[in-house]
């Protein structure tokens, strides 16, 4: 089944210690992206990688890490995570970078993974 | 950069009525706005989605129409039905010139009671 898999679906933490969400997709996809999703701000992009080794940041990506050494894995890195990264994270991947010639390839989301900081 | 904002950002309706679901963008450059559903536990997924050279487009109970002039966009449901009740965003591709951005509104609950 062609899906987005993220690991772990929920996690507590402390600040300051280090965590590590992971991102995988089978479908050869190209584009792999993460948001953010808090209440009454939607989806805010943090990181995005248009291909193996090429990442850029999004509209909110202090306090984060990527990194895309292989196509199928992006994984998201909070080196130092603090309370206000307490929020649902969403990886998502699609064939190419979205634009209007491809939307064929919609953006394919993972399920989620709450985090908490305390 | 792009500025998308979506209303109203929870809205509930009876079983068979209709529901709209609107936004508007501050970049005209922007050419293709997709909707997403997410249900409860779930990522969002695609359901519709319009390009700029467009004015309406429908797929079943579903349809997108866009202004290309006001800069604004909507999401029609008609003859809703429980399983509809879920968290729909809207979003903008903007062209930044390196790569294409989607920019997302801030979603909206909807509700559709029995």
């Known amino acids: 089944e062609a899906q987005v898999t993220q690991n772990p679906r929920y996690l507590i933490t402390v600040t300051g210690k280090k965590l590590t969400v992971t991102c995988s997709q089978n479908?050869?996809?190209?584009?792999m992206s993460w948001y953010r999703q808090d209440p009454g701000l939607g989806l805010r992009q943090i990181y995005y990688?248009?291909?193996?080794?090429?990442?850029d940041k999004g509209d909110v990506p202090e306090g984060y890490k990527v990194s895309r050494k292989e196509k199928r894995n992006f994984p998201l890195i909070l080196e130092s995570p603090s309370p206000n990264q307490t929020s649902l994270y969403f990886c998502?991947?699609?064939?190419?970078?979205?634009?209007?010639?491809?939307?064929?390839?919609?953006?394919?989301f993972g399920n989620g993974t709450r985090l908490t900081v305390t | 950069g792009e500025n998308v904002e979506q209303h109203p950002s929870t809205l509930s309706v009876q079983e068979g009525d209709s529901a709209v679901i609107k936004c508007t963008y501050s970049d005209s450059a922007s050419n293709y706005f997709p909707w997403y559903k997410q249900e409860l536990g779930k990522g969002p997924q695609l359901i519709i989605d319009i390009r700029s050279n467009v004015g309406e487009k429908k797929d079943q109970r579903i349809a997108v129409t866009l202004n290309k002039t006001a800069k604004h966009f909507s999401l029609h449901i008609t003859e809703t039905q429980p399983e509809d009740s879920a968290v729909y965003f809207c979003?903008?591709?903007?062209?930044?010139?390196?790569?294409?951005?989607?920019?997302f509104g801030t979603g909206t609950r909807l509700q559709v009671t029995l």
């Open positions: 979003a903008a591709l903007e062209n930044t010139g390196t790569a294409s951005k989607l920019t």
């Open positions: 998502a991947s699609s064939l190419s970078t979205p634009t209007p010639s491809s939307y064929n390839s919609p953006l394919h």
């Open positions: 990688s248009m291909n193996v080794e090429v990442t």
């Open positions: 479908m050869n996809h190209e584009y």
